[in-house]
């Protein structure tokens, strides 16, 4: 069925280093595929996504790459600062409302 | 802009009741879609509306049920409660049908806690 999976489920870095996270996805249907952030108590927030006619996207420290063929995507933060400290959830979907997410990376920032 | 709002935020009920839960999507949206998140199963799909009607259904039983007024303002009810029924409940609005033709906005969730 249809299934993300996502990788590592934790990771630390050190302030100002990058951090990369990575989504492996089943359905082969699947054309969208949006990033949430989510802070302790609060809903997830869509932070950066991307669709399947497009390689890569770029907004400020935060890009998305995504390969079709070997159905992978993966989020890319660069200049990591203490406060991008979060949950991370990757998702994917085709053209219905149901979106199929990853089980989060908890991304720990050291200062 | 008013985001998504749920509500209540917290909730304790015992297991066998009953409880509803209610959304308001962002003003204009039309599509509002359901997720449970745990710390087991992460976030899954419960059921998406439109116009006020489900339009897809995820795999719950028939104990977790939805409906979406003319407003778009959702809720969810889930009946007989069982203790595995303790999550975050959260709300996302639309606005279009289908997240894979808009983006998906979050509410902040409505903790729910069977006893």
């Not at chain 2, 304790?12 to 308001?24: A, E, F, M, N, P």
């Not at chain 2, 710390?39 to 059921?47: A, R």
Request: overall charge positive; some cysteine.
């Amino acid at each position: 069925g249809e299934n993300v999976e996502q990788h590592p489920s934790t990771l630390s870095v050190q302030e100002g280093d990058s951090a990369v996270i990575k989504c492996t996805y089943s359905d082969s249907a699947s054309n969208y595929f949006p990033w949430y952030k989510q802070e302790l108590g609060k809903g997830p927030q869509l932070i950066i996504d991307i669709r399947s006619n497009v390689g890569e996207k770029k907004d400020q420290r935060i890009a998305v790459t995504l390969n079709k063929t070997a159905k992978h995507f993966s989020l890319h933060i660069t200049e990591t600062q203490p406060e991008d400290s979060a949950v991370y959830f990757c998702a994917a979907s085709t053209n219905t409302g149901k979106l199929i997410f990853g089980q989060g990376t908890t991304l720990q920032v050291k200062p | 802009k008013a985001g998504v709002t749920q509500t209540p935020r917290y909730l304790i009920k015992t297991r066998g009741q009953q409880v509803t839960l209610s959304c308001s999507p962002i003003s204009g949206h039309r599509s509002v879609s359901w997720y449970q998140q745990t710390p087991g199963q992460g976030l899954q799909f419960l059921f998406e509306y439109f116009s006020e009607t489900q339009r897809n259904k995820g795999n719950f039983p028939g104990r977790f049920s939805g409906r979406q007024f003319s407003n778009s303002r959702s809720e969810m009810n889930v009946s007989t409660l069982e203790l595995g029924d303790s999550a975050l409940y959260l709300c996302a609005s639309s606005s279009s049908l289908g997240a894979g033709k808009t983006e998906a906005f979050f509410g902040q969730g409505t903790r729910l806690t069977v006893v």
